[in-house]
């Protein structure tokens, strides 16, 4: 049920994706259309692409100073020892590329060996038997 669950998470973002890609590259075509009559296309095509990465170079911007501002809001780590959860969240805030290829990398591993994969799913969701 949770394998299901995070394949259709997973499908919905690549639907929204796909549809977000349409979009960018109806509003570049609409842009382009717009331009044509008023300049030459090689001169239109130039600016689409510089307003394209106008848009990029903005968010970009806005991105980096969010990315500041949580850089000063970071609580201190634990004292008692090593958080691994908290770990892992460091991580994956750090480097997200990396972060998005281990997760590839575990999904693929996972549909390769659904065994191994059924085995580690059940340790995990079982609940443990009473202590003594």
């Given at each position: 049920m949770i394998f299901e669950k995070t394949l259709m998470t997973l499908a919905a973002a690549a639907a929204i994706a796909a549809a977000?890609?349409?979009?960018?590259v109806s509003a570049a075509f609409a842009l382009y259309a717009v331009l044509v009559p008023l300049v030459t296309p090689a001169g239109a095509a130039a600016i689409v692409a510089a307003v394209a990465a106008l848009i990029v170079a903005v968010a970009g911007m806005i991105a980096a100073r969010k990315v500041e501002g949580?850089?000063?809001r970071q609580a201190?780590?634990?004292p008692g020892?090593?958080?691994m959860t908290g770990r892992i969240i460091e991580i994956v805030r750090d480097r997200p590329i990396m972060s998005i290829g281990i997760g590839l990398a575990a999904g693929i591993f996972a549909?390769?060996?659904?065994?191994?994969t059924a085995a580690v799913a059940?340790?995990?969701l079982d609940p443990k038997p009473p202590q003594r």
């Open positions: 977000a890609a349409v979009g960018v949580h850089r000063d201190a780590p634990p020892g090593f958080d549909l390769k060996n659904p065994t191994l059940k340790a995990f």
